[in-house]
């Protein structure tokens, strides 16, 4: 099966986007949003995830076992996080007592 190679343009452009993104992370930092500066940084944060995943790991026009991967690495990375947020969580007046 012969897969297209995609063209320099592609990956100059998406360093670009991952270079604003970068410059927008930066700026956003001195800016105090309160609450939503977590939202904004994940929000970023995700974006450049987003952009890796399809050019740099060439998920896009990938096959579909590929994309099936990746879904799997996100969920399993979604598990960890909730089991470890829940011993986090669960320990509550534990430490306190020490």
Request: hydrophobic share 65%.
């Amino acid at each position: 099966m012969m897969e297209a190679i995609p063209s320099p343009k592609i990956y100059w452009k998406n360093f670009a986007w991952l270079i604003g993104l970068l410059a927008l992370t930066w700026g956003i930092g001195y800016i105090n949003l309160g609450l939503f500066n977590l939202v904004v940084a994940l929000s970023i944060a995700i974006a450049k995830m987003i952009l890796i995943a399809l050019f740099f790991m060439h998920l896009k026009g990938s096959s579909r076992l590929l994309h099936l991967a990746a879904i799997a690495g996100i969920l399993w990375l979604f598990l960890m996080l909730v089991l470890t947020l829940a011993d986090y969580f669960s320990r509550g007046e534990m430490t306190m007592l020490k």
